[in-house]
Each structure stands twice: as structure tokens, then as C-alpha cells.
């Protein structure tokens, strides 16, 4: 029994180091923004968002107001391997709220909560990627949810200064199969929560009216994370569920998990060239290198006879690049038409070290968008296809490949009240 104990700790650190949380990094906090591609990120004026990207781009937007608005962001995958296909297809909601506040024409105070980090991917209980991988990915979820509270100030000389402090909170879960010992039937869920706090701080420069750049800096924040992690057994067999109580195989533990979300930069530009067209751009920076280890601990005591002392994993991912460019048409006083094309470079380069868990890869941006303005009411709609290049990602202990066929459509809509 003593061999079954280690040969199922070995499985379930094995269902656990496949899991990769580090997640996407969102946009998705601006249906203008979307229109675009997320070109002139923070500096556009055209909505209440600028404290998300770019704090000192509040001073562009010569109203007080509020917005509410919600994204839908599909996830549309096809997993191919000797085995035959899995399809992943269903929608996530990223609702988000901002307000800001122009005290004067100096002193600007902005008030946010969206969700700039993000990651959803579930396949089927009987998927070849849950029954035959080692790890068995079942479910990959992470939310990290910001309170922004924002200050900016413009000066006489066209410059502009602003600054976030933000309150961080993280929910994440990973569900898997443990494959390596099918007759016990055993299930891991790893479930984690916490709190953390990030800065960031933007300038800006208005060379005119109608041309002006900014660039802006976010702080890495490490998560202070715990919660439980739950083994469970699908067999009905008495005698196994006993000696596998009877030593602590299944149960509630412990979680905890402390990773690093990445520091960024974001530089933007926007220059109106007459009373119709005006054309926006961005490069943005993301250090996902902080990413090469992913931490975790789990008070299963099944832990110490792998000869494993934490659920450290090693994923190297790198740092990307995004490029945007959008263009703006101004049809008349109320109506604003847009579009927007971007190249967003994936951190996870080598298929060695791509899981089934996050299969991502670089992806080109089209999207296209429409604001509606009367009175005191603004109306935004914006729209986004991602074109992903194909992927594939290998198993090491299984040798399984798996080649994905990916593409995402996003959908925001968002309301906006200037007083």
C-alpha cells in the first residue's frame, strides 16, 4: 500500500505542475478602446478609462462623468491529438465601472474597479486532454479584481502627471484528473484567494489641442494568496476509499500561493489631423518574465515522500510586446466610427513550456467600433476578431501532442453620463 501512497503523490504533484496561472493580462475595460485595438490607450479622451492605462490621460477628458460597461470575451479552441478533437467554445463576462472627477481645469481624481488580469479554460470531463495528459487539465480559472483610486494634474506647459494606488484582489482555481492511478479515480481542485496593492504612475504631453503622447509604468504586485485544495475520488470501491483515508490521500489542505503579476509600460500617441480623422497608436511592454517560476504549497502530506519540498514550477515564460493602431472618423456631432489593428506577442514561446491549461500564442487584432453622443448620454459599442497562429503544446511524461486551432471574439458595450 506504502507504493500505491507514493505512486498517487507523484500523480497528483504531476496534475498540479501542469497547471500554469500566470493568466492573461486584459484590456477589456474600454468598449472605445476596443474599437481601436486599444490604440492611444489612456490618452484618448473619449471615455472615463484613462485611470486604467494611463492616470495623467484623466486630464484629456474635459468632463466629469461615470461609465458602466461590459465586455464578452469568447474562448473558441479546437485541441487535436493522435486521439482525436476537443472544442472549446462559451463566453466570459468582464463587467467594469469608472468615474472621474475634474475638480478644476489643474486637479483631476478618477475612481475605478475592472479586471486587468484573466484567464478561463474548461474542457469536458472526458476530453483527450483531461483522460490522457498527466495532468489531466480539467478547469483554469483566475480573476484579479482592481480598486483604482486615481489623482492627476495638468501643468501650464502642456504636461500632465497622474498616479494610481490600487487595491488588488485574486481568486483562482484548477480543477484536474489525476491520470496516473485511473483505479482510484482521483480528483484534485487547488482554490486560492488574497489580497495585494500595486501602483501606477503616467505622464502626458499635449504638444496641441490635437497631438499629444503619454506614457505610463505599472508596478509588479506579488499575490498573497491561500484557501484549500480538496482530493476526491470518483471510486465507489469501500476498501479503497478506506486506505485512501486511512493515510490522507483525500481530504481538505491547506493552499497557498504567492506569485508575481507583472510590471508594464505603455506608451501612446494621438494626433487629430482635421475635423474627421484623427489616428491613434501603442506599444506596450509586459514583463511576464517574472513568470519563469510559478510558486505554490499545499499542506497535503503526501508532498514529503515525492521528495518535492513545494509545488514550484518552472514555465520560462518571456516578456511581449503589443503594437496598435487605430483610426478615428468623426462623422458628425454625435456619431464617432472607429477601427483598429494590433500585434499581440504571446510570453509563451516553445511548445515545452505551453500547457493545455493556458494554450496561447501570438494573435493579430482587428476590431472595429461606434460611439453614439446626445446631451449628457454617450453610447459605445466595440468589437474585436483575434486571428491566434496555430500552437501546439507537448506532455513530457505522456509524450501527448496537442495542436490548437484558436480564434476570439470580443464584444463590449458601454454607457457613459458627462455632468
Known sequence: MKNIYMMTALALLLGINNANAAGYQLNEFSATGLGRAFAGSGIMGDDFSAMGYNPAGMTANKNS????????????????????????????????????????NKWFLGFGVYVPYGLSTEYKHDSHVATKSAGGARKSYLEVIDTNLS??????NGISLGASAILRHISGQ????????PAYGLRSDFNVHGWSHSFQLGGMYEFSE??????SYRFK????????????????????????????????????????????????????????WGTSATVKYVQWHRF????????????????????DV??????????????????????????????????SRKSSFRTNRIPDTDRIWTSL????????????LGYAHLFMMHGKTVDQPTDLTVKYHNHSNMFAFQYQYKF
Do not use: C
Not at 490635437?210 to 506614457?215: A, E, K, M, P, Q
Not at 511581449?320 to 500585434?343: C, F, I, M, P, S
Open 65 to 104: 462623468g461615470a461609465q458602466l460597461g461590459i465586455a464578452f470575451t469568447e474562448i473558441a479552441s479546437k485541441a487535436k491529438s493522435k486521439y482525436g478533437t476537443d472544442k472549446m467554445d462559451y463566453f466570459v463576462p468582464l463587467p467594469s465601472f469608472m468615474s472621474q472627477w475634474n475638480i478644476n
Open 151 to 156: 489623482g492627476a494634474y495638468r501643468f501650464d
Open 174 to 181: 484548477l480543477t484536474s484528473n489525476i491520470n496516473a492511478m
Open 210 to 215: 490635437n497631438t499629444r503622447v503619454g506614457l
Open 221 to 276: 504586485s506579488t499575490q498573497k494568496t491561500k484557501g484549500k485544495h480538496y482530493i476526491t475520488t470518483t471510486s465507489t470501491n469501500p476498501m479503497i476509499i478506506a486506505g485512501l483515508e486511512a493515510m490522507g490521500m483525500i481530504g481538505k489542505f491547506h493552499s497557498i500561493s504567492d506569485p508575481e503579476l507583472p510590471a508594464s509600460w505603455v506608451l501612446s500617441g494621438f494626433h487629430k489631423w482635421n475635423e474627421k
Open 292 to 311: 519563469n517560476v510559478f510558486p505554490g504549497e499545499t499542506t497535503w502530506p503526501g508532498l514529503a515522500l515525492s521528495g518535492k519540498k513545494n509545488l
Open 314 to 347: 518552472d514555465y520560462k515564460w518571456k516578456d511581449a510586446w503589443t503594437v496598435a493602431l487605430g483610426q478615428e472618423y468623426y462623422l458628425n456631432d454625435k456619431w464617432t466610427l472607429r477601427a483598429g489593428a494590433a500585434w499581440d506577442q504571446s510570453p
Open 369 to 380: 467600433g461606434a460611439s453614439y453622443a446626445t446631451g449628457n448620454h454617450q453610447f459605445d
